[in-house]
């Protein structure tokens, strides 16, 4: 599994996986608590935790983790500015901000 289509492929399964649509909130909620009880002890993405945050509407923690997860150089930040998760904080400067820092072009 090489290349974009590989790239690709990991990324649905992570979103199948982390991301799905969920349940309840409280479901999502449960989810997210035990995520960042782990994180405590060994990593969990920063963008997995800002999809969530997304998810549930918060957007200045979803900002807050998008960061993160750049300051670790996630990988998956590349999907930023195409993935309809983030729909809701894209006006947000904060997230004008990191598309530009990540290098990314802006969404016409």
Not at 53 to 65: F, P
Not at 77 to 106: E, K, M, Q
Request: a positive charge; proline letters at 6%; hydrophobic letters at 40%.
């Amino acid at each position: 599994m090489g290349g974009a289509r590989g790239v690709r492929q990991v990324h649905a399964r992570v979103a199948e996986r982390v991301v799905k649509p969920y349940d309840s909130r409280r479901k999502a909620e449960q989810i997210l608590r035990a995520l960042l009880e782990r994180s405590r002890t060994s990593y969990v993405s920063p963008f997995d935790i800002a999809t969530i945050y997304a998810g549930l509407g918060d957007r200045s923690h979803t900002l807050d983790w998008l960061e993160r997860a750049y300051e670790g150089r996630a990988p998956t930040l590349v999907f930023i500015n195409v993935d309809p998760r983030f729909d809701a904080v894209r006006d947000d400067p904060r997230f004008g901000a990191l598309v530009r820092r990540i290098g990314l072009p802006g969404r016409s």
